[in-house]
């Protein structure tokens, strides 16, 4: 049984920095492309940033250059280093495989940039 579980969202400052983490269960997470996604208010859920198995990577037009995902394998973790924050960054963010288990869905964080 896989679950992913997503912490370290909060409220920041527009220009701040908030650092989110995955947590995963499961004997494979290696070898899965993970992904970070964000849904805002009345919007879908997009895809923010993957991470392949290999360490490489992609993100959304609207974070490049301001978001950084990575992963730690032995600890069954990846991470979203989230600078440069703008208020349109607010939504509840998720981590799920890529491309998205809908049964792997977990709670999401709550991040909220605001002054």
């Known amino acids: 049984q896989v679950q992913f579980v997503e912490s370290g969202g909060g409220l920041a400052q527009p220009g701040g920095s908030l650092r989110l983490s995955c947590a995963a269960s499961?004997?494979?997470?290696?070898?899965?492309?993970m992904g970070w996604y964000r849904q805002a208010p009345g919007k879908q859920r997009e895809l923010v940033a993957r991470?392949?198995?290999?360490?490489?990577?992609n993100y959304a037009d609207s974070v490049k250059g301001r978001f950084t995902i990575s992963r730690d394998n032995a600890k069954k973790s990846v991470y979203l280093q989230m600078n440069s924050l703008k208020p349109e960054d607010t939504a509840v963010y998720y981590c799920?495989?890529?491309?998205?288990?809908?049964?792997?869905w977990g709670q999401g964080t709550q991040v909220t940039v605001s002054s």
């Open positions: 799920n495989r890529d491309p998205t288990i809908p049964r792997y």
């Open positions: 991470i392949s198995s290999g360490g490489n990577t």
């Open positions: 499961g004997s494979v997470f290696s070898i899965y492309v």
